[in-house]
């Protein structure tokens, strides 16, 4: 089948946004053949979708929610408004794995995007028996395991995936391996990360993670006082900035950014 395509590297976690209309069912099969392809290095697949108010839908692979597809698409509808002669700073977003819609603020000169988050629906511990007990923070749509250290070998990761898939279901599941950035600078950290999407059965290193940087700030100021807290965080495809505001010992906002380009649309034949 045909399909139109245009690929986005926000931070270097590529993504492909599919633009061709077809039938959720067909998603996970188109998914899966995109990122079959190697010359798009892509981590993740978003399908762009018009609703019946002439607004448009960003829906994940899996139906999960992404902070740096997010960014993106808003990235893209600000495109489109700057082509017909608007200039927006703020775009507001329809995607997967949200309540409500989010707000994407654009900077095409300098080519960059940072978009509101979902808040944090809790932190809860996951048991994972022959590993120990790890924090996870919980999003509508995915949760992503905090891991102290450095990337650890895939059965690892599989079976803390599996644990936190039992005992805390969800559309999609990260594990964040955070570390010092060894700069001696407050409040910046490295993060490897990994993400699991259950739809599609897909468990992708990603170059980076826009809700797992997102999940790693909050941890890290889980303990911190009323205020703003920004964290500087080195991924290994770019640096995503994440802030936290906390209010009577509660997060109340969160906004994660960086840098984002955006191709422009392809056709292309796949095989499903």
Same mark, same amino acid.
């Given at each position: 089948?045909?399909?139109?395509?245009?690929?986005?590297?926000?931070?270097?976690?590529?993504?492909?946004?599919?633009?061709?209309?077809?039938?959720?069912?067909?998603?996970?099969?188109? *998914?899966?053949?995109? @990122?079959?392809?190697?010359?798009?290095?892509? +981590?993740? /697949?978003?399908?762009? +979708? +018009?609703?019946?108010?002439? &607004?448009?839908?960003?829906?994940?692979?899996?139906?999960?929610?992404?902070?740096?597809?997010?960014?993106?698409?808003? %990235?893209?509808?600000?495109?489109?408004?700057?082509?017909?002669?608007?200039?927006?700073?703020?775009? =507001?977003?329809? /995607?997967?794995?949200? *309540?409500?819609?989010? @707000?994407?603020?654009?900077?095409?000169?300098?080519? &960059?995007?940072?978009?509101?988050?979902?808040?944090? =629906?809790?932190?809860?511990?996951?048991?994972?028996?022959? %590993?120990?007990?790890?924090?996870?923070?919980?999003?509508?749509?995915?949760?992503?395991?905090?891991?102290?250290?450095?990337?650890?070998?895939?059965?690892?990761?599989?079976?803390?995936?599996?644990?936190?898939?039992?005992? %805390?279901?969800?559309?999609?599941?990260?594990?964040?391996?955070?570390? !010092?950035?060894?700069?001696?600078?407050?409040?910046? %950290?490295?993060?490897?990360?990994?993400?699991? /999407?259950?739809?599609?059965?897909?468990?992708?290193?990603?170059?980076?993670?826009?809700?797992?940087? $997102?999940?790693?700030?909050?941890? @890290?100021?889980?303990? #911190?006082?009323?205020? &703003?807290?920004?964290?500087?965080? #080195?991924?290994?495809?770019?640096?995503?900035?994440?802030?936290?505001? #906390? +209010?009577?010992?509660?997060?109340?906002?969160?906004? $994660?950014?960086? !840098?984002?380009?955006?191709? =422009?649309?392809?056709?292309?034949?796949?095989?499903?």
């Amino acid at each position: 089948m045909e399909v139109k395509i245009r690929i986005a590297d926000p931070a270097g976690n590529i993504t492909i946004f599919v633009t061709s209309p077809m039938n959720r069912t067909q998603y996970p099969s188109v *998914a899966n053949a995109l @990122l079959a392809v190697e010359e798009f290095h892509g +981590e993740q /697949v978003g399908f762009i +979708e +018009e609703k019946s108010d002439g &607004t448009k839908h960003m829906q994940m692979m899996g139906g999960e929610f992404c902070g740096n597809a997010t960014r993106s698409f808003g %990235y893209l509808l600000g495109m489109e408004h700057v082509c017909e002669g608007k200039k927006p700073e703020m775009i =507001e977003v329809d /995607v997967s794995g949200c *309540a409500g819609t989010l @707000l994407v603020e654009v900077d095409h000169e300098a080519g &960059t995007s940072k978009t509101t988050m979902p808040l944090p =629906e809790k932190i809860v511990d996951v048991n994972v028996p022959e %590993y120990g007990i790890y924090h996870v923070v919980v999003f509508d749509g995915i949760s992503h395991v905090i891991v102290k250290g450095p990337k650890r070998e895939e059965t690892f990761v599989k079976t803390v995936v599996k644990a936190v898939m039992e005992q %805390y279901k969800s559309d999609a599941v990260g594990l964040m391996f955070l570390e !010092p950035s060894g700069d001696g600078m407050e409040r910046r %950290y490295r993060i490897t990360p990994v993400v699991y /999407v259950e739809e599609t059965k897909s468990l992708v290193w990603e170059s980076s993670c826009g809700s797992g940087s $997102m999940a790693a700030a909050v941890y @890290l100021s889980k303990m #911190k006082k009323d205020g &703003t807290y920004v964290y500087l965080l #080195k991924h290994p495809g770019g640096v995503i900035e994440a802030t936290v505001v #906390k +209010e009577d010992g509660k997060v109340i906002q969160c906004k $994660m950014g960086g !840098p984002v380009s955006i191709s =422009e649309e392809k056709s292309l034949e796949i095989s499903l």
